[in-house]
């Protein structure tokens, strides 16, 4: 439907806990597509709402050509994990090695109230992990060790989009339930 402004580090609503989805309705079938396009403009792997500025618990993803979405997520991770390279739409630029599990079973609904799971490893288990702790108010460089979640915020700081403007919170155009995120 619409390409949205990704909101970057420093926005609150991306330190908020999103709220679940209770109707499936229109607004969140064009939710889901506002994301989606977002997501393939920008290039992304992923996309959760409240990186758009909706505090609801919607996320898109596009791993290896496929492209999808889940509502309301809960996960089971494997207890192996992996190491790899990680980077975020709202932190531009910046790709550190995380630790992630290494597989997820997710559970959730798609845009229309249907149940759905998702089976992934590797970098699909990567981002369902990513964007499913963004509706937590979780960043990748939470994850971090010590040394390199200093890095990264030294890397932040130093950044050409960081502290130019003052974090702007827009009224979203989707309905909240009336909380206001």
């Known amino acids: 439907m619409a390409i949205q402004p990704i909101r970057l580090f420093g926005d609150p609503i991306l330190r908020s806990r999103a709220i679940e989805v209770t109707t499936f309705d229109k607004e969140l079938r064009t939710l889901v597509s506002d994301l989606t396009d977002t997501m393939l403009d920008a290039p992304g792997?992923?996309?959760a709402a409240p990186q758009i500025g909706v505090g609801l618990r919607v996320f898109t993803w596009n791993?290896?050509?496929e492209v999808g979405h889940l509502v309301n997520p809960t996960l089971e991770l494997s207890e192996e994990q992996q190491l790899g390279a990680e980077g975020c739409l709202s932190l531009p630029n910046?790709?550190?090695d995380c630790l992630r599990a290494l597989s997820v079973v997710a559970n959730g609904f798609d845009m229309h109230g249907e149940p759905v799971t998702i089976s992934g490893s590797e970098l699909l288990a990567r981002a369902i992990q990513h964007e499913t702790d963004h509706l937590d108010g979780v960043l990748f460089i939470d994850k971090l060790d010590v040394e390199a979640r200093k890095h990264a915020m030294r890397t932040i700081r130093e950044s050409d989009w960081f502290?130019?403007?003052k974090p702007t919170v827009k009224v979203s155009p989707h309905p909240t339930n009336g909380f206001g995120f």
Do not use: I, K, R, S
């Open 63 to 65: 791993v290896d050509g």
């Open 163 to 165: 502290g130019l403007e």
């Open 45 to 47: 792997a992923g996309l």
């Open 94 to 96: 910046l790709t550190y």
